[in-house]
């Protein structure tokens, strides 16, 4: 065990209470009313407000640090429940498995690490880094969610597209 999970183990146990409970749940409500916005806004879209952009941060726009969580996924209205559902379940399950603390830690340091890494490509190329635009979303961190659930729970199956039974071992193989 490294110095680190200890540390971690050392302050969940000193501080049970620490983290956001059901964090998932406010990251699946916060994309539901995104993405109602975006319906019923005329002609000003919510999402393209709140989207991670270096530039825009570096000019006054530092809620774009946090808000780019809430923008839901690119899709059709049943792609995107489906998603929004998937990522539900599979975020509370890591939840209760490791703990509210942990899992905040896990959700927040990939957050941390997406806009670090997001930075360091804007200072490589400069304003020409508005082509990684779309690289800047929720799709990684969604991608480690599911990966740490396959392998917390790998011999759970899942219906691919409702009918064929596949342990999700082999999809976080195909994933990873």
């Known amino acids: 065990m490294s110095a680190i999970q200890r540390w971690l183990d050392r302050f969940c146990y000193k501080h049970p209470r620490f ?42 726009q530092i809620w774009r640090i946090v808000s780019w969580i809430l923008v839901p996924p690119q899709g059709s209205l049943l792609e995107i429940v489906i998603m929004l559902m998937l990522y539900y379940s599979l975020g509370t399950t890591l939840e209760r498995t490791w703990g509210a603390f942990r899992y905040n830690v896990y959700i927040f340091s990939g957050i941390l690490f997406t806009v670090l890494g997001a930075f360091v490509l804007y ?21 480690s969610i599911f990966l740490a659930f396959a392998a917390s729970y790998p011999d759970m199956e899942l219906l691919l597209y409702f009918i064929l039974p596949i342990k999700i071992k082999w999809m976080g193989l195909v994933y990873g």
């Open 19 to 60: 983290g956001i409970p059901n964090l998932m749940l406010v990251i699946v409500v916060g994309n539901v009313l995104v993405w109602l916005m975006d319906q019923f806004s005329y002609g000003v879209s919510l999402s393209a407000l709140l989207a991670f952009s270096p530039y825009y941060i570096l000019h006054g």
């Open 123 to 143: 200072i490589l190329y400069g304003s020409g880094a508005d082509f990684l635009g779309g690289y800047f979303s929720t799709y990684y961190i969604n991608l």
